[in-house]
């Protein structure tokens, strides 16, 4: 014999089956990263960096600012060069390793030709050959153009060194950006520094600075940002390598120092905090000699300006009004303190097996046990999720994503629910069905003991089921009755109508079948049937166990009242009127009209127009007025019922 299957088995595995699918999508995601989900994932790189906290500057890194305080005492800016040149001595004699000017001196100085031989710019120039000034340029990615003449400089010395996948991306790139030109400092004050580096720094789509590029490539050479270029001079590195793993991932070696970058070379910042987590120091109080001696001992100092109409602002993950030269500051703080945030260069695959493994944990939990415990565990699992990440980030720099287990996780709880519901559907469903067959099986039943009893019994009662379906649905066009009338209820009157005589299997045989008129003791006891019929379904009722049911609250409204009147003369009750329920009132012109045409061994039968024409005379005295109305549209459907049910009897 085939081994029967196990409805509820199946149903769990159908189930788990949901989860485990959108666990392995979760999964897909994760290595192929579409770009809305890249986008997102952004955003929640931010969260975790703001939950993880900060860390402090290393000290080794100082700003002076060229503030409002300071364009207000030494003039407008742009300052002359002079005054610049007396600024950078400055800093450089309060012991500063290297000072790092986020300013570009791309033309000459406006004054010069006020001044004698040599001028402001060559004052300058002067200032930055005694060395340990790094000057700032911009590169630009326009449409290509040749890199003017005038322009020096001084490419970063670096060995690349590739991996499996080459050095190159899918589109054979190098691992930088490519520049197209540069706008570049005056060759006087170029070649006196000897050292430089560029200040860009684009947002992400959104506008968030998260990464900034350290190296360029431009006209086939690789030239490296400020902050990079000021820490290799600060501490005096001088070979530098650039190990590709793959398209995603680079690393740079500059002396003993190991920096993770990306795949085109950026570098993601670990931000000390909000703005202005640096020391900044006024230009003015530098320039006026207000510093103290040992301020900028072997720092690193970046100069830049922040005053009102002067100053770059982008917005990072901890702050929306970061100046320009404190990302610089940043970067080379990152570099020194090599407390690096990175993701690992299997970053995505781990990212993907974390999706995979939380979500199917929670589908096998949802599978197994109540939705409760599965909204536990999925709440367990992000917490999880995120809360590594977070200690991850914190303890160690390394970024793992908690957005697609996130989305593995609420994916597979969704999915799985969905399909609990679903199966939870279809097995109310088939219990619905079951119980309706359960209960036209009772209907059955039931009548079918009528029938053992009177053999015309039952076939009337069979026939009352079509005339009560045809009377309830003309009934039902009545607004009165509309809502108490619908559809399903008038099926489910039309199945219990020939239960309405099922009280007559108490009555003795020799009066249920008496062929002569009924003595009067003998029609009391044929009037106690819709008692006993109710009494049937209320003792089924207490032994099943059952209350307040629908359908049959609906049995005992046919079977006790299909014999009370209008007027209030009928009985067991002598209910009157409205309080006669409308099964109740239905079932008396159904009961009466084909008791009226249909002959017995001890009566004989009417024709179908006299048994309208005695309805009719009825109305509101035996029975509902609105009841005859709609009994009268359909009394032709009677006929055809009527003339069928004597050709099959």
Known sequence: MPRSKNPRAASRRQILLSGVVSAIIAAVLAVYRPALLTNLDDGVFDVVLRWAGTRPPSGRVLVVDVDERSLSTFGQWPWRRDLIARLVKGIRDL?????????????????????????????LADALRDGRVVLGYALTFDAPAPTPTSCQLPPFN???????????????????????????????????????????????????????????????????????????????????????????????????????????????????GDKRTFPFISAADVLSGGVPLDTFRNAIVFVGTTALGTQEVVATPLDTLFTGVEVQATVADNLLQQDFLRRQELGHTLESLGALALAVAVAVVVARMRMLFGGLATAGALAASWCGAVWLVSATGVF???????????????????????????????????????????????????????????????????????????????????????????????????????????????????????????????RKHPTLGRDV??????????????????????????????????????????????????????????????????RRSISHEEAVEFIVAAKGTHFDPAVVDAFVRVAPDFRRISLAGSASA
Not at 472 to 480: D, F, G, K, Q, Y
């Open 537 to 602: 379904i209320l003792k089924a009722e207490q032994q099943v166990g059952v209350a307040d049911d629908a359908i049959l609250a609906m049995a005992k409204n046919i079977v006790y009242t299909h014999h009370e009147r209008w007027d209030g003369t009928g009985y067991p009750e002598g209910l009157s009127g409205a309080a006669i329920p409308v099964e109740g009132r239905l079932m008396a012109v159904v009961d009466l009209y084909d008791a009226a045409v249909t002959r017995t061994v001890y």
């Open 95 to 123: 012991g500063a390793s290297t000072v790092a000017l986020d300013i570009i001196f791309a033309e000459a100085d406006r004054d010069s030709d006020k001044e004698t031989a040599g001028g402001p710019d060559a004052v």
């Open 158 to 272: 670096l060995a690349i060194l590739r991996g499996k996948a080459g050095g190159r991306d899918e589109a054979g790139d190098l691992p930088f950006f490519r520049a197209t030109g540069a706008i570049c400092n005056l060759p006087i004050l170029a070649e006196a520094a000897r050292a430089s580096g560029f200040l860009n720094a684009a947002p992400d789509a959104d506008g968030i600075l998260r990464r900034v590029p350290l190296l360029i490539e431009l006209d086939g050479r690789v030239y490296s940002s400020l902050a990079l270029t000021a820490v290799a001079a600060a501490t005096g590195a001088r070979d530098a390598a650039l190990r590709v793993s793959n398209v995603n991932a680079a690393s740079l070696m500059l002396g003993e120092r190991t920096v993770p970058l990306d795949g085109k070379s950026h570098l993601l910042v670990r931000y000390r």
């Open 400 to 526: 793992i994503s908690p957005l697609f287990p996130t989305i593995g996780v609420i994916a597979a709880f969704v999915a799985m629910a969905l399909a609990k519901s679903t199966a939870e559907g279809r097995r109310a469903d088939t219990a619905g069905a079951e119980k309706t067959t359960a209960q036209h099986f009772m209907v059955q039943t039931l009548l079918s003991l009528t029938e053992v009893r009177d053999a015309e019994t039952g076939r009337h009662s069979r026939r009352t089921q079509q005339y009560a379906k045809r009377l309830a649905e003309s009934l039902s066009a009545n607004p009165r009755y509309r809502a108490r009338l619908t559809p399903e209820r008038i099926e489910l009157l039309s199945s219990l109508a020939p239960l309405h005589d099922i009280g007559k299997v108490g009555v003795p045989d020799h009066i249920l079948n008496k062929p002569g008129a009924l003595t009067a003791a003998e029609l009391v006891e044929m």
